[in-house]
């Protein structure tokens, strides 16, 4: 069995990433090939499609979340992420599991909570109108006045295939949205069965080559690895002798490709899709990117490892881009990062005066 280096890996990461090099798809074709884009707030995915695609605009990906082309919704792992309406259709009831093994986390509070009759009233409500959460639990707690208020929310959040409600907002959607029923949406029916077999494919063709246990990670699903076992997949073995998966098909570049410069924003998949991540951050910095809170910080890479944070401002005017590198950077680099940083603001504040790329501490 060949085995990989950690660097071959993290090259063929980037390539399905389309971090080696920008390619020129549309943001719907994109988000498909990707399984979708962790959207914990709606500016994300507009970053992570501006960082993979030639000359990518927000008016693109504004006309897709209009014409129902892909929807913001609960999925994988029980967060929110953008993804095709097709997709949100064929894979909503294999996440179901996870879904629904999420209420666990209620604990007491979840006491006397019927999840059945939750969704159902839940269901009721929401055909009228889209509502906020808020909304949601207001009314439910008006019928079952003796139950948590937020275990009913979030009882309706996992259990009732919702997707979120756009607006003209900037990012398409408002701090607080409203949600919708998906079927009616995007004017289709679930999938009932789990194509879990078709699931793990996706997921090697965008972030392979990988283990079970990635997969896992990635999705929430568990046990996979009989799953993975039973597909005709090709087999590797990392440095640390464990069994990697992959589809025959996959990408797996020289070692030695060039990877530029690339700013990801906050909640990247890239950054929560393995168990292990050494493919694109060393154990290091990871106290610095994944914070206590569970957030996950807007990065860079150098060389297509994670080698620093960076944030965005604009006052009066100008436009500031700030980077926080974990180390020393070679002067080469420093100009790569000017000039991609200042594209980036160049895209996320089109009305600015002027731009400015700094190094913070």
């Known amino acids: 069995m060949a085995v990989l280096s950690v660097k071959a890996v993290n090259r063929a990461t980037l390539a399905r990433q389309l971090l080696l090099e920008r390619e020129g798809a549309t943001g719907v074709d994109v988000v498909r090939r990707l399984v979708g884009m962790q959207g914990q707030e709606p500016k994300h995915p507009y970053v992570g499609l501006w960082t993979r695609i030639t000359g990518f605009e927000e008016s693109e990906l504004d006309d897709a979340v209009k014409a129902r082309e892909v929807v913001r919704a609960t999925m994988f792992r029980g967060t929110l992420h953008l993804v095709t309406a097709a997709d949100y259709l064929r894979f909503r009831s294999t996440v179901s599991p996870v879904l629904e093994a999420g209420l666990k986390v209620l604990g007491d509070r979840g006491a006397g909570l019927e999840p059945a009759k939750v969704v159902a009233a839940a269901k009721k409500l929401l055909a009228k109108e889209p509502l906020t959460f808020t909304e949601v639990r207001d009314a439910l707690q008006q019928q079952f006045p003796e139950v948590n ?42 999938i009932a069965e789990s194509l879990a077999a078709e ?43 464990k069994t990697l998966y992959d589809v025959p098909d996959g990408p797996r570049p020289d070692p ?89 603001l160049e895209f996320l504040e089109p009305d600015a005066k002027s731009y400015a790329v700094v190094t913070g501490s």
């Open 256 to 344: 030695d490709t060039a990877a530029p410069v690339r700013f990801l924003p906050e909640f990247d998949n890239v950054l929560l899709s393995h168990a292990k991540r050494e493919r694109i951050i060393a154990d290091e910095h990871k106290p610095a990117v994944y914070t206590k809170n569970l957030r996950v910080k807007a990065t860079y890479t150098v060389d297509g490892l994670v080698a620093g944070l960076w944030t965005a401002e604009k006052k009066r005017g100008v436009a500031t881009l700030t980077i926080t590198p974990f180390g020393r950077t070679l002067k080469k680099t420093m100009t790569e990062l000017e000039r991609e940083g200042t594209a980036l």
């Open 149 to 190: 208020e937020r275990a009913l929310g979030f009882c309706t959040r996992m259990m009732v295939p919702l997707v979120m409600y756009p607006t003209d907002a900037r990012w398409s959607w408002s701090a607080n949205a409203r949600f919708t029923p998906a079927e009616d949406w995007i004017g289709g029916k679930l």
């Open 199 to 241: 699931l793990v494919t996706r997921y090697l063709a965008a972030f392979g080559p990988a283990t079970p246990a990635d997969f896992q990670t990635w999705s929430g699903l568990q046990k996979a690895k009989p799953l993975f076992d039973s597909l005709e997949l090709e087999t590797f073995t990392d440095e640390a002798g």
